[in-house]
């Protein structure tokens, strides 16, 4: 902004008809730059140029204008986010709109006062520049000026480097963040690879069985795949047979025992009895007797449908079997080595006694007495009652409501029985409501009051 400088009227040196008070009446005012001093007269107007920007100046060797550097955000007074680059820091709060100052205002509380107005200066009559007071250096180059926020000098800024992919130490320069790993170059895998570290090791390999062998009834070597598990056992007798010819001939034969496989069952209907062997489907049945080839497999399976009481449910073998695998035990394979003679056990369902219904009793108290024959009764449900004994259904709601006769008030609900002390009716009123359960016993004692003993 240009200063603006006033001049007051001064005063003569002397008395006589050719002074005069007032300065627009002297004759030869002094002048800048050839420019009168009348009025209020801004640098402007009296031709001075002082430089109020950088891009003011002639820019010398060593300074740099913004356009050197990059683009900066502009701040935004408006901005609330602390980490936007726009976001002014330490805002200064704005006053109310300042009032001009008046030369003139006597009145030393209004705003437009002027304190300790100075003494005008000789430059007020002299008009001569260089009697101004405080008159600023006008700086001709910017390395005249003090560098503000947002110039630098090419001094500043800092030498550019090339990246250098294998540079390690991560404060120079050269260091590259964030490279990307790259992998090894494939490797063809390789099924005799032991080294687990090796890109050509194969993971979870399959295991590849040895070549399938015969089977040799001969082979005795249990580790043998040749080996036949649960043969049957066999004996041999020596057979002469005579032909048609009256011949004979005589051979080695070869006989499989059989023996008694006898499993029992009486808890049908409500626990059955289901076998298979030999491919057979399973058949229903309370008992299985029969005699089977040594090396036979029996699959037995047992069914509980009992619910009720008098039915049975399965428990368990006579000779204590228990399912290696964790099973309930109704299914169990049994491989015939000899005789086997088992039963299946189960127990019965035992009856349920019904629980007794639920019982209310109410009793009527006239004066702590017990009574009723004043009139004062309860209605139960609709009805009333000077004393009340009855059962109720399982879940029942029952309402008990206080009637006091004539000359009587009801005072008070006293609850006995079975009541449960976590969800207690209210007793606050002269309405009793609450929910009634088989197996228990409720009761309620109704306090009436004359009203003379009140």
Same mark, same amino acid.
């Given at each position: 902004?240009?200063k603006?400088?006033?001049?007051?009227?001064?005063?003569?040196?002397?008395?006589?008809?050719?002074?005069?008070t007032?300065?627009?009446?002297?004759?030869?005012?002094p002048?800048?730059?050839?420019?009168?001093?009348?009025?209020?007269?801004?640098?402007?107007?009296?031709?001075?140029?002082?430089p109020?920007?950088?891009?003011?100046?002639?820019?010398?060797?060593?300074?740099?204008t913004?356009?050197?550097?990059?683009?900066?955000?502009?701040?935004?007074?408006?901005?609330?986010?602390?980490?936007?680059?726009?976001?002014i820091?330490n805002?200064?709060? @704005?006053?109310?709109?300042?009032?001009?100052?008046?030369w003139?205002?006597?009145d030393?509380?209004? /705003?437009?006062?002027?304190?300790?107005?100075?003494?005008?200066?000789?430059?007020?009559?002299?008009?001569?520049?260089?009697?101004?007071?405080?008159?600023?250096?006008?700086?001709?180059?910017?390395?005249? /000026?003090?560098?503000?926020?947002?110039f630098?000098?090419?001094?500043?800024?800092?030498?550019?480097?090339?990246?250098?992919?294998?540079?390690?130490?991560?404060?120079?320069?050269?260091?590259?963040?964030?490279?990307p790993?790259?992998?090894?170059?494939?490797?063809?895998?390789?099924?005799?690879?032991?080294?687990?570290?090796?890109?050509?090791?194969?993971?979870?390999?399959p295991?590849?069985?040895a070549?399938?062998?015969?089977?040799n009834?001969?082979?005795? &070597?249990?580790?043998?795949?040749?080996?036949?598990?649960?043969?049957?056992?066999?004996? +041999?007798?020596?057979?002469?047979?005579?032909?048609?010819?009256?011949?004979?001939?005589?051979?080695?034969?070869?006989?499989?025992p059989?023996?008694?496989?006898?499993?029992?069952?009486?808890?049908?209907?409500?626990?059955?009895?289901?076998?298979?062997?030999?491919?057979?489907?399973?058949?229903?049945?309370?008992?299985?007797?029969?005699?089977l080839?040594?090396g036979?497999?029996?699959?037995?399976?047992v069914?509980?449908?009992?619910?009720?009481?008098?039915e049975?449910?399965? +428990?368990?073998?006579?000779?204590?079997? @228990?399912?290696?695998?964790? =099973?309930?035990?109704?299914?169990?394979?049994?491989?015939?080595?000899?005789?086997?003679?088992?039963?299946?056990?189960?127990?019965?369902?035992?009856?349920i006694?019904p629980?007794?219904?639920?019982?209310?009793?109410v009793?009527v108290?006239?004066?702590?007495?017990?009574? =009723?024959e004043?009139?004062?009764?309860?209605?139960?449900?609709?009805?009333?009652?000077?004393?009340?004994?009855?059962?109720?259904?399982?879940? #029942?709601?029952?309402?008990?409501?206080?009637?006091?006769?004539?000359?009587?008030v009801f #005072?008070?609900?006293?609850?006995? =029985?079975?009541? #449960?002390? &976590? #969800?207690?009716?209210?007793?606050?009123?002269? +309405?009793?409501?609450?929910?009634?359960?088989?197996?228990?016993?409720?009761?309620?004692?109704?306090?009436?009051?004359?009203?003379?003993?009140q």
């Amino acid at each position: 902004m240009a200063k603006k400088y006033m001049v007051v009227g001064g005063r003569g040196n002397g008395g006589g008809s050719g002074s005069t008070t007032n300065y627009t009446d002297l004759e030869n005012k002094p002048s800048i730059n050839n420019v009168t001093l009348t009025g209020n007269k801004t640098t402007s107007d009296l031709g001075i140029v002082i430089p109020t920007a950088t891009s003011d100046l002639n820019n010398d060797s060593g300074f740099i204008t913004s356009s050197d550097v990059p683009a900066q955000v502009q701040s935004d007074w408006n901005e609330a986010d602390t980490t936007d680059p726009a976001y002014i820091q330490n805002k200064p709060t @704005i006053p109310a709109a300042p009032v001009q100052s008046n030369w003139n205002e006597a009145d030393s509380s209004s /705003l437009a006062y002027i304190q300790n107005k100075p003494s005008l200066a000789t430059v007020a009559t002299s008009g001569s520049y260089t009697d101004l007071s405080n008159t600023p250096t006008i700086p001709t180059a910017t390395s005249d /000026l003090n560098n503000d926020s947002g110039f630098i000098t090419s001094s500043d800024i800092p030498a550019q480097v090339q990246s250098d992919w294998n540079e390690a130490d991560s404060s120079d320069p050269a260091y590259i963040q964030n490279k990307p790993t790259i992998p090894a170059a494939p490797v063809q895998s390789n099924w005799n690879e032991a080294d687990s570290g090796s890109l050509a090791y194969i993971q979870n390999k399959p295991t590849i069985p040895a070549a399938p062998v015969q089977s040799n009834w001969n082979e005795a &070597n249990n580790s043998s795949l040749a080996y036949i598990q649960n043969k049957p056992p066999m004996t +041999t007798e020596t057979w002469t047979f005579t032909l048609a010819d009256t011949s004979t001939i005589t051979r080695t034969v070869y006989i499989v025992p059989s023996y008694r496989v006898h499993v029992t069952n009486s808890y049908s209907p409500s626990v059955e009895l289901e076998y298979s062997y030999d491919d057979d489907t399973y058949t229903t049945t309370t008992d299985f007797d029969e005699y089977l080839d040594a090396g036979t497999s029996v699959w037995f399976r047992v069914t509980s449908s009992g619910s009720m009481p008098g039915e049975y449910v399965f +428990t368990g073998w006579s000779d204590g079997w @228990i399912d290696p695998l964790g =099973g309930d035990g109704t299914r169990r394979q049994i491989t015939v080595t000899g005789n086997v003679t088992l039963s299946v056990e189960a127990e019965e369902i035992p009856s349920i006694e019904p629980a007794e219904p639920p019982e209310v009793s109410v009793t009527v108290y006239e004066d702590d007495i017990p009574g =009723g024959e004043d009139g004062n009764c309860v209605n139960v449900n609709g009805s009333s009652y000077d004393g009340f004994n009855s059962h109720f259904s399982d879940g #029942d709601t029952v309402t008990i409501i206080a009637e006091p006769g004539m000359g009587y008030v009801f #005072d008070d609900w006293i609850l006995q =029985g079975d009541f #449960d002390p &976590n #969800d207690m009716p209210d007793t606050s009123t002269d +309405t009793l409501t609450f929910t009634v359960y088989n197996g228990m016993n409720y009761g309620v004692n109704a306090y009436f009051y004359s009203i003379e003993e009140q």
